[in-house]
Structures are given as C-alpha cells and as structure tokens.
C-alpha cells in the first residue's frame, strides 16, 4: 500500500506533505516514515493511507487503460 | 562515579557486546533488505547501536575494563553477545528473525537497570530502541505472513539463545545476584516472563507457531553467567577484525 507523509517542525507550523513510503501494513508504514525522512526533529510526523485521501477538487486522470477501451 | 557490584559490571559487559554485534550485523544486512526503507531503517539502527556502545563503554572503563579490550582487542571467546548474533546464515528473513530477539532481550535488560547515574543514558537510549523494536515486530509481522515457516524454525533457535542473554529462569528475587545488589529493579525471572508473553501475543493469531519453541533455557547449570549463554559459541575471528576496524587503519590520515 502507497502511504502519503505528512510533517511540520515546530508547534503552530502548518502540516506539509513530504513525500510517501509504500509497505505492507500501517505499522510498518510508520517505521518506514520514521527512518527515511529523518532530517529533521519533527514535532508531528503522520502516514495516511493513499485511498483514505478524501479529493475534493483536483481529481487526478485514470492512468489504467481498462481492457476493451 | 560510584563502583558497581562486579556481576552488574558482567551484565553491563554483555548489553554492550550485544549491541556491539548487533551493530555489525545491522550494517552487513543493511544492503540486504527488500526495499530501501528497510535498507535505510537497518543502516540507522547500525549507528545508533554503535552509539549505545560508546556510551556503554564509557561507563564500563570507569568501572575498571580496558578500552581497547572493550573496543575489540580481545579473542572471540571473551565477547558476550547473545549467541543468536554470532553468525546470520541464510536470507533476509532468518537476519530479522536473528537480530529481533537479541535488540529487544538486550533492551529489557537496560530497562531493568535502577540507577540514577545511568537514567538519563537509559532513557535516551529507549527512544532509539522504540523505533528499532517497533520496526522489528512490524517486519515479524508481515513475514509471518510471507513466510512463515522460516520464521517460525529461525525463532525456534534464536528465541532460547535470547533468552539465555536474560538469563535462567532459576533468578528469581531470591536467586538473581544482580538484583539482589539493588543494580536492577526486577529479577530476572520477572524480565523473562515480559519477554515470552510479548513474543506469544505478536504472534498469536499468525501461522507461526512457537509451540515448539524451548522457553526453559537456559539451564541454570549449563549457563555461563559471565558471557550469558550455554555453549562454547562465539562470533568469529573475521568478525573481531572487522569490529576492530583494522583494515581500516590503512585508510587513517595522520
């Protein structure tokens, strides 16, 4: 599964995305983030599931070609 | 900075050598992993290890060892690592399944120290840990969905060696020397109990099965107290090189 990272530095900074982590399982997913984007001391580092990401506008094209198209 | 009881300054020997190895092998293994977050996960932990050890050793010279013994100029036979580290054979499975029981019997084993000259070391030394242990049962996990098997005849070897690292059930708050000295705040009978019941419940419910896992060792009369193991084992002669860094010496600029 394809988790997205999200991260701020201080208390009080805005939560920006910083890049995802893909693995088997949220634990894992948290490990993942936790080692790779270590260049920082975050103050608040969070994974979302990709599919637990709710658009709003901005849908992205269908990249998949279905068979028949 | 007080003496400690000389059974602590053994205890404390084999938490560091533990982790000296445990060092080493994260960073052999660190090219070895299926996906480069493990790689970079495997690579870090190898650091942070090999920092404990500084601190630890530190700690240790001031309590009479030698430097450059404690540092690797010593024969194999005389480190006391768990004997689930002194080789790896195998894939990137059996290595997790390895390394795992070794990081976490050698952090309860700090965690059972009670002294406040140690504390703030200790506890700086668990916010590493949290992540290395938190990885591991993550990984443990999803092999024991991939394969299980492996897993569960690795664990069968290396969790009774890892338990040999804690020490014998027979050390109780009766029996247990370190204890009784006031070194640690639980014997190491109470250690043990927390580590088997945290291995059955990460597995529980999985297709590894840990029935046949011997959860008696060590046995009190086979169990070498200085080095925490049974058995003559040891890492290899290789292994001491390389921890010496000697090749390296080649490299220095003076």
Redesign the interface.
């Known amino acids: 599964m394809k988790y997205e990272v999200f991260a701020r530095i201080n208390q009080g900074d805005d939560t920006t995305h910083i890049g995802n982590?893909?693995?088997?399982?949220d634990?894992?997913a948290?490990?993942?983030a936790?080692?790779?984007f270590?260049e920082e001391d975050w103050n608040y580092l969070t994974v979302v599931r990709e599919e637990n990401l709710l658009e709003v506008t901005g849908t992205q094209p269908k990249r998949e070609v279905a068979a028949g198209e | 900075m007080s003496e400690w009881p000389e059974p602590a300054v053994d205890y404390v020997q084999a938490i560091s050598d533990t982790k000296l190895v445990l060092g080493h092998r994260y960073a052999e293994w660190s090219l070895s992993g299926p996906?480069?977050?493990?790689d970079?996960?495997g690579a870090?932990a190898a650091q942070e290890e090999i920092g404990h050890v500084r601190q630890l050793a530190r700690e240790l010279e001031s309590q009479g060892r030698d430097l450059d013994w404690l540092n690797g100029q010593r024969e194999p036979e005389a480190f006391s690592n768990a004997a689930c580290l002194d080789s790896i054979e195998g894939t990137w499975t059996e290595y997790v399944a390895s390394i795992a029981p070794a990081d976490r019997a050698a952090w309860y084993l700090l965690d059972a120290i009670d002294r406040d000259d140690l504390d703030g070391l200790i506890t700086k030394m668990g916010e590493d840990e949290y992540?290395h242990l938190?990885?591991h049962?993550?990984?443990l996990?999803?092999l024991a969905?991939d394969n299980p098997e492996t897993v569960q005849r690795t664990l069968e070897t290396t969790l009774p060696q890892a338990l040999a690292l804690i020490g014998p059930e027979a050390y109780d708050e009766d029996a247990d020397p370190v204890f009784e000295t006031g070194f640690t705040d639980r014997p190491i009978a109470k250690i043990r109990a927390a580590y088997i019941e945290h291995y059955r419940r990460l597995f529980d419910g999985t297709d590894v099965s840990l029935e046949n896992v011997d959860w008696d060792q060590p046995a009190l009369e086979d169990w070498d107290e200085t080095r925490r193991r049974t058995g003559s084992g040891s890492i290899s002669q290789t292994d001491v090189e390389q921890l010496r860094g000697e090749k390296n010496k080649l490299f220095t600029m003076n």
Do not use: C, H, P, W
């Open positions: 982590v893909t693995a088997q399982s634990r894992l948290k490990m993942y936790y080692n790779t270590d | 996906s480069l977050e493990d970079i996960g870090s992540f938190e990885y049962d993550a990984r996990e999803t969905e």
